[in-house]
């Protein structure tokens, strides 16, 4: 009992840091992958080709004096960064990032919890964050968050919807809502009428796959969703008046979704832990390669995508984003269920 | 579709906001007071004066070549073609001849220096859209351009490149190959901004349909430059009153058919086209001979006003002056400026858009507010 507790309390503290650092490294390369598109260099003075910048942000932020707007509603303007950080950590607990490993004879999974309703969980969780962009746009009690909540609260919610949607297509595919289970299902996945096993979700599944990565994008406030903070239209959208630390905290969870949609869209339609075409016999040369590695490759791999994308296009406008999400993608999404589902019953 | 709206029932204020002085994209130190019914604009104020270094009242202090200089912090982006619309205007007050070399070679600088500006502008314009790339990019070829200018005259943003009567200096040898070498690269990097924007359905939604302005309607309000040709109108005063050296090159006048942002990016994008166009021709035809004409060592117009216009890069760029006979400095000396008269036209653009229009309006007049305020 006090083995299975202590070894949750490393994976959890493992986790976090790893993902901090990831976070602090995203934004990094963010900076490096824009600039590399915009024929700049980016960062380059901190340590080796900018490689200590994140170090320096971190730092410059944690030391910046912490403004609360004189009219501001303290506490809720205190609590909306947390709000919006915490769901966006601890979405964590169910992805898996491999089998498990064994370590000094202990046998550890790659995941913190394999929750029979992980997929449910994750959706749950990560529709909490709304409120704190909510809350903290409205307790800087100023006219440019406001605005920019407001907008973030509909843009947010009318994404998850066609989000949700796809997944719940994976769920008819896999039949099952644990993370892991749908890993697992798409080994055992056969197309219909070939003897094809294995195939990750995004070859059967591309509609929703496109849905998801749209809807992603806009979940995420990113390009070209980035309504909430679009700084040439809202200054600096529903963190204007927030500094310091807690804008630090808000800048996290943004890149920390970024993340999580990332892992979720791995596990969901690239096969999670499992290598390409895991029932190849002779690409077994690539299991040489650990799982948790092919995780990590194939969610950067997805993160890069945001990044160029974010480089490339211009911005919505906000009618015509919500236009896009309720006569777009949301019909879409719905039809995808029902052919989804006919096929699953049929074949 | 109307809703019905009970006041009793909600509370339907309109939310007055206040954008810029310091803002990111009002372009300098414009401010514009917005009065919003949700995300649409009901109606803009725009409040300029805050770059006011009183230009036009400094220059009846100042001798007529020292007015040049001032001239270069008007429309800090095109100073070129500043010092040409005042050098041209006192040309015609003191009716002296300038050397065919000297035309020529203004039309190239002015050519360049539209091209410069117009790359500011479409950089500009897509970042406030949100397409932060094509910024970079377009600054990248406006700097080429920068340092043939700072070759020319040794500076890159306020010139000084033009004397009345002619230019200080010739141009440096091997200027003019690497002139057309950049014109080759603009030439091929307009396509690349236009693969990045001209198909791009985001562009074009944002663009399309937005800030509507018919010809009739643009004459009216007094819009001028690349915005009024976007509504139809071919009016430019390159064909229609040739100055410097233009009456000898062939050119066309890029027009719009609906007048929205999109028209006034292609147009925009045609005129940079056109400019290196423009440029290789004069080059072709470059005379040898003088760059200054006979001007009197110290320069006294007789008595008289007159009234020259140009077109630079933002539009119909015109000076008034009145000279007494008497002293060294004009008696009165007046600017009409692009930029201000065509922001005049902004309440107008803007109404009944979308909060996130107004940045994208802003953008597609192309004002600098060096000039609105002088």
Known sequence: MIDTVIVTLVQIAVLLVGLLAAVAYLVLLERKVQAWVQVRLGPMRVGYHGILQPVADILKLVIKEDITPARADKWIYTLSPIIVLVPALIVFAVIPFGTSVTLLGVTIPLYISDLNVGLLYITAVASLGVYGLILGGWSSNSKYPLLASLRASAQLISYEVAVTMTLVSMILMAGTLSMVGIVEAQRAFQLPFSGRTGLWFIFAQPVAFFIYFVGGLAETNRAPFDLPEAEQELVGGFHTEYSGMRFALFFLAEYANMIVISAVATTLFLGGWLRPFPNVAWLGFLDWVPGWAWFIVKTFAFLWVFLWVRATLPRYRYDQLMRLGWKFLIPLAIANVMVTAALVVLL | ?374
Request: glycine residues 8%; hydrophobic residues 40%; contains cysteine.
């Open chain 2, 1 to 374: 579709m109307q809703i019905e709206r009970s006041a009793t029932q909600f509370d339907t204020d309109e939310l007055v906001i206040n954008m810029g002085p310091q803002h990111p994209s009002t372009h300098g130190v414009l401010r514009l007071v917005l009065r919003l019914d949700g995300e649409r604009v009901v109606d803009a104020d725009v409040v300029i004066g805050y770059l006011h270094r009183g230009i036009e009242k400094l220059s009846e202090n100042r001798d007529w070549t020292q007015i040049v200089l001032l001239t270069d912090r008007m429309d800090y982006v095109a100073a070129a073609t500043n010092n040409l619309g005042y050098c041209e205007t006192v040309e015609k007050l003191l009716q002296l001849e300038v050397p065919r070399r000297a035309r020529y070679i203004r039309t190239i600088l002015s050519e360049l220096q539209r091209l410069a500006s117009h790359l500011v502008w479409l950089g500009t314009h897509a970042m406030d859209i949100g397409a932060v790339t094509v910024f970079l990019y377009c600054l990248r070829e406006r700097e080429l351009i920068l340092d043939l200018f700072e070759e020319y005259c040794g500076a890159r943003l306020t010139y000084n490149s033009m004397r009345v009567g002619g230019l200080p200096i010739d141009l440096p040898p091997g200027w003019d190959r690497k002139v057309r070498e950049i014109c080759d690269i603009v030439d091929a990097k307009v396509v690349e901004y236009e693969q990045l924007l001209t198909q791009n359905r985001i562009w074009l939604e944002r663009t399309r349909e937005v800030g509507v302005i018919s010809g009739v309607e643009a004459v009216a309000m007094g819009f001028c430059g690349p915005p009024l040709r976007a509504s139809g109108v071919a009016r430019d005063v390159r064909k229609d009153e040739p100055y410097a050296a233009y009456a000898e090159f062939a050119f066309d006048i890029p027009i719009g058919a609906r007048g929205d942002t999109y028209d006034r990016y292609l147009v925009r994008l045609e005129e940079i086209r056109q400019s290196t166009r423009i440029v290789r021709q004069a080059l072709d035809g470059l005379p040898e001979g003088p760059v200054l004409g006979k001007v009197p060592r110290l320069i006294k117009p007789p008595a008289g006003e007159t009234y020259h216009a140009i077109e630079a890069p933002k539009g119909e760029l015109g000076f008034f002056i009145v000279s007494d006979g008497k002293s060294i400095s004009p008696y009165r000396f007046r600017v009409r400026p692009p930029s201000f008269c065509n922001l005049q036209v902004l309440p107008r653009l803007v109404r009944g858009h979308l909060v996130a229009d107004v940045v994208a309006l802003i953008g597609t007049i192309d004002i600098v507010l060096g000039e609105v305020d002088r």
